[in-house]
């Protein structure tokens, strides 16, 4: 779908006049193509944040020099935090399941229609219950039952997977488990969550219960980069669907679905994009 | 708008085989003419609910013995708890206002465009600033500013002109100022208040500063029957709108407006049309 | 997921007094329990419109003399136009598809997750992209290729499988090819399309590209019976998305996947429940 | 609210690498301090729009010779179409209605709350049942009420009470009548109607009449600027409501207020901060 030259900076630092000039004017007379430009000026913080993508086809600096270049001429100098991704580099991606299978056929769905430049080679889940979909995608599924007392060493099962997989995110659909800090803190900004309310509300377990019981005519989903505490992380997307005093606890679990799927799609696209960038536990979703 | 001559009942009642045939018998056979029926069962926890609207023309029974009629006939039988209204008394609403116009403009401008069955005959403020609008659309305009140390009696003076002026109920349009107990408990299900998130996240002070600080997608408003307990009472209406990381908590506040008087104004529109029925803190909203 | 006792009644007839109390009568009366009952006057035209779903348990009339009854003592004496069917009777349904996969993984993603009652046997294609999908869920993938010269064969061909397997109503899943009249008039608001527009606008090939063209800032779906007029049949759901100057016309098509498929879903959804009755080129979707 | 000392350049030429680079450049170098940048590349026709927005409180060249510089600088050169804007320079807005009360009322009100940034002198009528309203709001308000007749005479009365007011644009709320050809083309751009329905639907009379009659379950309204073509110049903004079988005319009619004064008034509030650009029939709405 993409083609595999492209450079993508992301960054952000402190705001300052003429930024954009700089960065552009650096790209421009390298001989690089700017396709994507979105920036932005936190005026309450002054930071100014930037995403830019650019054709490497006539780009002079070397790919594996860039991001060295670009660090030495204005990286320090702007005392800047960026990253530089290259689209070539297709990224791996794992989900990891439990019984509920709406979020991982919509995924897979998409990814067999060729919707997402990505690659999808690994699916772990605690129960068995959906080993079939592992054999309809023809995708390694692998089972690690999780209980209070071996997680540690079934957690060092699933890193041992994922690096022996070349893992560069992970998605949990519905998986319905507790990870660790330390699994965790291996992947910063790297495992995409999707809560079925709208965050901050109902944190925790069974939010739609918790729905029920408060009445609410709204129910939501939030999609958010994991962090220890739970439920807490950036937010990256959420929406809500309408209810009603005949809605059950099952009409909400129902209708819940189609917004869990949705919201945590388009989370995961975001992130394949690469226009998802973090700071201070908010993200700034380029355009 | 509307004839003045309908009966309206609300009624819930445990769940029990045959009671729509017996309710809309009791009417068809004494010669009301079923305008609009809508009723529900909440089969989890067994309760029966049913809003039933009548043509009063060539009813049988006279418009003040139906209640009585209806709870020895059926009421007592059925274990019911329920409310005949006639649409021929016009309620009469009391506006309380603060500082901010968005919300009290958007209920007088539904009243004159002759939108609402229901007469407006005071507003309380807490502060002078918008005295304009009292004379705007002359409806007395009371300014009752209060203080930690005036509040009882302040609020006593609220009370003898909400009876002065026989209010049937209050609408809260942005005033920021939390009524007493003793207030709420004359007005069950009485007074209607909007709050400016979606309930039950950022309850109380400033949410538009606590969703800007979670970095939320979605922002929201409520409107609710007040209880004893803060922004806890029965939801009526919610609604969303979409914001981003570029939102200040200014961007919040100026996009939350909309949504404010819309939900406001549709719980308003609910409970003129005596559509609402409340549970154990729950609200049904008949079609 | 559902019992299979219950009978449902969906039936139209001219409003007149009484006709709620009647019908609930005689399915109380004859040991009937009502579970679901929504009804609505369209007083503009004098129609009276019912759904009643009620368990045959204790019901005493016999499940295949219900029908007759029902005709004998109320249908004719009203002037109703009626069906009664029966939960236990699961619905057969057929999919048509062209190239697009996004509407059929989304239809066989619930069906598998057991969301839905009712039975997948068949799907059909004029091309054999998707020959795949048939496998992956265990469903004859047959594909019956459709050109201006074999159209009326072929549609023969297609009738013969629809009658082999006994299918009750077929969805096209962006089925890219007109039905022939002769097929539509076998079977009435029985087949659901789903249309890449909020009808009635853009109408026919390539809405995206009207949509773009005239610089819409909203696109939509719609999901409809299919009638002898192309894009013109009762419309049974519709929803948009939110789309900018930004957008091309490969963003519109790929924001539009999300829409279509939660919209068919919709719409075949209620179809299963026995929710939707026609009248007059439009859908009456009960609760 | 907002300070006076912005220069706004909102301007479009054929893309062409280094254009961000060379306009920031040109700005910052200058003293200017640029508060709010969004561009944008449409591929598929090779136009690259931008609009910046800076501070002048530094910037060394004189407000009046900005334009002039900027022409001769790069305006040629990019065979760039260009307007530099100035905040300080308030707006002055007319507003043309006739019976309907809702979106002049939404548009005052937002006026009096002090949320926008722009002058309403003048209120043109072509009834007088709305007189009241420019007495609340101490407006002038003329009734010129037009027919076949004198189309030609009253318009040209219109046209100079615009120029005795200096109006700088002009917002049709629910004005109900058709506006010369000629009167529209002293107004390129300038005159902003809203229009019932989702356009490209149901254009002409009576939309909601159109929407219950096809049987849409969504209905629209959309904000344009006014060409010669009726109901077909530039969009700005549209939004949506969901409606049902239940719903008369009248309820759509009642639905759609809500809809219709806050379409208006998003596309009031972006042409009033110099959000939008048009091209070819097409609007780019900036951020």
Redesign the interface.
């Known amino acids: 779908m993409e083609q595999h030259n492209h450079a993508i900076l992301r960054m952000h630092c402190p705001d300052q006049?003429?930024i954009?000039?700089v960065i552009?004017?650096f790209i421009?007379e390298n001989g690089g193509?700017?396709?994507?430009?979105d920036?932005?000026?936190?005026?309450?913080n002054g930071v100014f944040y930037m995403r830019v993508e650019w054709d490497l086809e006539k780009f002079v600096i070397p790919k594996d020099k860039i991001s060295d270049y670009f660090r030495t001429l204005y990286g320090k100098r702007y005392n800047m935090t960026f990253r530089i991704s290259f689209t070539e580099h297709v990224q791996r991606m794992a989900i990891f399941v439990s019984k509920?299978?709406?979020c991982i056929?919509?995924l897979l769905?998409?990814h067999?229609?060729g919707?997402w430049d990505v690659e999808i080679p690994l699916i772990i889940s605690n129960h068995p219950d959906l080993k079939i979909i592992g054999e309809?995608?023809n995708i390694p599924f692998e089972v690690i039952p999780i209980t209070k007392d071996n997680k540690a060493e079934q957690e060092a099962k699933e890193i041992a997977l994922l690096e022996k997989y070349n893992i560069d995110f992970i998605v949990l659909a519905r998986y319905m488990q507790v990870l660790s800090t330390d699994f965790i803190e291996r992947y910063p900004n790297r495992i995409i969550n999707i809560h079925h309310s709208?965050?901050?509300?109902?944190v925790g377990a069974k939010p739609y219960h918790q729905a029920y019981e408060?009445?609410?005519?709204?129910i939501?989903a939030t999609s958010h980069y994991v962090t220890a505490e739970l439920d807490a992380g950036?937010?990256?997307?959420?929406?809500?669907a309408r209810v009603?005093?005949?809605d059950?606890?099952a009409d909400l679990t129902?209708k819940g679905?189609?917004l869990e799927k949705?919201v945590l799609?388009r989370a995961v696209e975001k992130h394949i994009q690469r226009k998802i960038l973090t700071f201070e536990?908010?993200?700034?979703?380029f355009?």
């Open positions: 006049s003429g954009i000039t552009t004017g421009n193509n700017i396709l994507y430009l920036q932005y000026v936190d005026r309450v509920m299978s709406h056929y919509d769905a998409r067999t229609a919707e309809q995608f709208f965050l901050p509300a109902f408060r009445g609410v005519k709204l939501g950036p937010i990256i997307e959420q929406d809500i009603s005093h005949k059950t606890i129902h679905r189609d949705i799609s536990n908010k993200t700034i979703v355009n």
